[in-house]
Structures are given as C-alpha cells and as structure tokens.
C-alpha cells in the first residue's frame, strides 16, 4: 500500500468492501436457502419469492429425512467409514513419508517417482480392475470395499513428505546423537513437529471421502450400506419432487463438512499452498 | 559416535522397508496393481458373465479406429468423439475459473482485515462440493421454477431450459463449476503467490507511472507465473477425467448425451453394459491423453 491520496484510498476501499459483499452474497445466498427450503412443508411454494421464509418452520422434515429417507443409517456409515479411512490414511502415509523424507536408502527416489507418477492416474482407470477384485474377493456389499481401497493413497504420501522435508535436519542429527533409533524420531520428533501437516491431510482426507461418490455408487447396492451421497442419490432418484425432504438430507450432508472447514480452516489453507510445492 | 556414523553410511535401508511396508503394500494393491490390470484387461473381451476373450488390440481399433463407408469416413464409435467434445467443451470453463480465482485473490488482497472473513465466505462452495450441491443447483437452474431464471425473469431476460436442454445443459453445468470452483483452493494458491510479489517492484513501477493494469501485467501477472502453470496443470488432468458426479445426479449425461463426458462413458460401459474389455481401453486411452497433455504443458510452462 503506498497510501498517497487519503480520500481517494477510502473510496475505493469502499468500493472493494461492496464488491466483495455482492461477491460473498453470491456464493452464500444458495446455502441460506437451501437450509429455508429445509424448513418448509411441502405444499408451501418453494419458489415463490414471497416465500422466501419457511412459516411455519418444519423441524421435522429432517427427522423425516433421517428416518423415512433411511439418511440416518447413511450419515452413520459416511461418518464410520471416512474416520476409518482418515485414520488408516493419517497411520500408513506419516510412516511412508518419514522413508521417504528422513530416511537415507537406496532407491529412495526411485520409488518416491512411482509415487508421483500415480497421483496423475484418472480414478477411471483403476475403478474397473478394482471393482473385479472386490467382486473376486466377495467385497461387494461390505464396509472393507468401502474403507480399504481408499485408504493408500499415494497423495497422503506426497503431502505429508513436503511437510516433514520442512523440519530442520539439526533437530534430527542431534536426536540421532542422543541414540534415537528411526521409530523414536518418527514417534517424538518429526510426528509431534508435523502436527499442523497431519491436521491438514486429516480434513483433506475426511472431506474427501466424506463426499466420495462413484466408489461406493459401484460397491453398494444393498441400502444399509449406502454412503449419504449415495443415499441422497437415490432418495432423489425416487422422490425428485420431495424439495423440502432433499434439501434436509442435502443439509445433513454439507453441514458436518463446513464445520470441518471451520474448525480447520488454518491447517486447511496451508495444506493446500504446501501441496503445490513442486518437491 | 561411530555406531551413528557407521548406521549413517549404511543407510536405514532395514527401518525403510518397515516404515513403507503398510502404505506400500496397500498402494500396490490398490493402485499399481489395478493400473496394470486395466491395461491387461483393454486387451479383452469380457462381460463378467462369460470367459474373457483375448482380442488384442481390437478394443482400441472399435474405439479410435474410422471405416471407409459409402458416405466417407465414419468413426467406429461416434459417440467417443461426441462425448470427448462434451468433455473438451466443458474444460473451457477451466480458464474462466481460473481467471475468476485470480480475480477473487486480487480483490481479497484490497481487503485488509476483512480479507479472513471473506476468503472464509467465498471458500464455502468449493468445500461443500457434492451431490448435496448438485441437489440444490439441479433446483436452481430448474427452467420453470429456478431461482436462476426467475432472477433473470426480473431483468425482462426469458432464462433458457439449462439442465432440460440440449444446448444449455453444459453451460448451465458451468456455471455451477464456476460458482463452486472460483474461491475455491485456486484463489487460496493465487493469495499466496500474491504474497510472494515483492512490494518494491510493484512501487517502483507505481514511480514510473505504471497504472493498475501496467502493474498486475509487467509485475504481478508474471510474478504469478508458477502458480498459474500448477493450476493449469491440475486443471488439465481433472478436466479430462472430470464430469462423473454432476453430470449422474442432475443430467443422467443428457439431455440426449449432451453432457455424458468420457468418464461417465466409461461408467456405463462397466457398469450398465458390463463391456469390462472396452471400458478398461477408454480408460487406457485417458491416461494416455491426460500424460501427454501434462507433458506438453510442462514443456511449454518450462520453456517460459
């Protein structure tokens, strides 16, 4: 900011603030009516713009939701099965990037490259083949098709190695001094110093399977299994009028990822400019 | 001291392979070995319901290959050709977004102590990507009843039938793309660029007499460089690969296949047809086009 013309500063300072309002305006005002329409019984007009407020305000469409819709059993399977793949992911991705970023062996980058070169790999290519094992394997219909398969991927590897390459090699030296063995500096050195980067692959990976569509669209077909996108899916498939009864499943559905968002947003942010550094 | 030096010579090779194993393990599993086996398998003929057949390259002949009829030429499989249009026209949102990130960025950066506030705000859609979106901007860009075309209605503007029809269902699948891409992780890559274009640069172009836009074209624009080329490149290899979700939950690929992208091709072809064998090849065909594009881009973003 130079800052020369006081008063010309503040006219335009005020015309950012009302373009960055109009702007914001534009990217919220969906949500806020998603959650109105949430709230109204089905024979008020959704669309009418003297409607805009649910009157009076249903609570229940999202029992209905939970219940009728069977978007209750779902939002249990989303939550079980993106912590499971969270925590599978957080374990075997910080164990492979410490070999790869603190540990001295031959063929290290080698390997590392596999890595890499998978991460420009379409989902289209390995969905197929992967579908065939689980139907081999008898999977389909089960939690391990829904958790496993998601929870290797090389892009955890890629992400958490950048943020441990960031840690100082003289606090490894003189822990190594001290007889600290590789499982000793994985456990309280470079894991405790990484922390903000498994914050940060915790919310990418959560929210990423979180919304994960295709996957489980391919291996469920039994209700009681189905994922809430998956759910959501097909609620909307057989009840497209139902707008009030979608939009509460559509709310039970991005609520928990923008409180994710928030609470994170921090660790979020950083993550994101840390998996663009060409390492 | 020497039992460190010497562990150090050696290597960790033994830790290395333990520490590797579990990601390793799973990542051949479900990664590396599939890539193989969809490469094996587009050389198949395979149903699930009868023994594959070997055929060799013939998936890919039906899938690429032209034949001499009485009205010329004709693709083997006009619908890969369409389909890789819809796609390739669906990818031209790309820039549109990226220019909209930047945009977003350069107006946050004006923002001063709002600028956390907002970036929260504009993020908001890009975080909530998902079928609950494509539920709600299927009602949005409802022809009769939207939101979109009854705001377009106000301005004396008949809205067009989007999602139900054959010309605008792509449009209308780009606009949600925009809405939801623009302050999206693209604006968070270009505030942090924006933090590395030196300020002296941009004052002392400010001292030459450089206006607004002399400044963001000879100073921040080129500053901004690496980070438009990892955007772009991310952007090529999601857009080739991209319009599965969308498309499924708000078009079913239609209105008469108007925004069926290669990656819903591919769905239907394994999962509705069961043709194993063809599916694996489109998608073979995929990859190989998604890596030379990235291998051209690298090219022509190292050569800048």
Known sequence: MTGSNRAALGLRDALVVVAMTLLALTTTAPFLWMIATALKSPDQPILDPAHVLPRPVHWDNFGRAWTEAGLGRAFANSLFTSAAITALTLLT?????????RLHWRG??????????????????????LFLVMRELRWINSYQALVLPASFSPYGVFLLRQFFLTIPAEIEEAARLDGCGPLDLY???????????LATLAIFTFLGSWTSFLWPLI???????????????????????QWPLLMAGSVLLTLPMIAAFLLGQRHFIHGIQMGSVKG | MTAGHSRSKRGDFG?????????????????????????????????????????????FADL???????????????????????????????????????????????????????????????ICTGIGIYVMWQWLLNPDSGALNKILAVVGIAGPGWLKSYEWAKPGLMLMGLWSAAGGTNMVLYLAGLQNVPSELEEAAALDGAGAWGRFRHVVWP?????????LTMGLIHGFQGGFDAAYVMTRGGPDGSTTTISYYIFQHAFRWFHMGYAAAIAVVLLGVIFVATALNWRWGSRE
């Not at chain 1, 291996?219 to 057989?238: C, D, I, K």
């Not at chain 2, 390793?24 to 599939?34: D, E, K, V």
Request: charge should be positive; proline fraction near 8%.
């Open chain 2, 64 to 126: 690429l290959g032209f034949r001499n009829t009485p009205e010329g030429w004709a693709p083997n499989d006009p619908r890969f050709w369409k389909f890789t249009g819809n796609t390739l026209f669906l990818m031209l949102g790309i820039p549109v977004n990226v220019a909209a990130s930047l945009g977003l960025a350069l107006l946050l950066r004006r923002g001063g102590r709002l600028q956390v506030t907002f970036r929260t705000l504009y993020f908001l859609p890009s």
């Open chain 2, 223 to 231: 500053c901004l460089q690496p980070t438009t080329f990892f955007i």
């Open chain 1, 93 to 101: 991705s910080s164990l492979a990037a410490f070999a790869f970023a």
């Open chain 1, 108 to 129: 290290r980058d080698t390997v590392f490259l596999v890595y890499l070169g998978t991460l420009m790999v379409p989902t289209a290519v390995t969905l197929i083949p």
């Open chain 1, 219 to 241: 291996v469920t077909h039994r209700q009681e299994l189905f994922t809430l996108p998956v759910a959501l899916a097909s609620f909307q498939e057989l009840h497209s009028i």
């Open chain 1, 187 to 197: 456990r309280r050195i470079v894991t405790p110093l990484a922390r903000p980067g």
């Open chain 2, 15 to 59: 830790a290395a392979l333990l520490f590797l194993l579990p990601n390793a393990l799973g990542f051949s599993f479900f990664t590396l070995f599939p890539v193989a086996a969809a490469v094996a398998l587009s050389l198949f003929d395979w149903n699930l319901f009868t023994e594959p057949r070997f055929v060799g390259l013939a998936n």
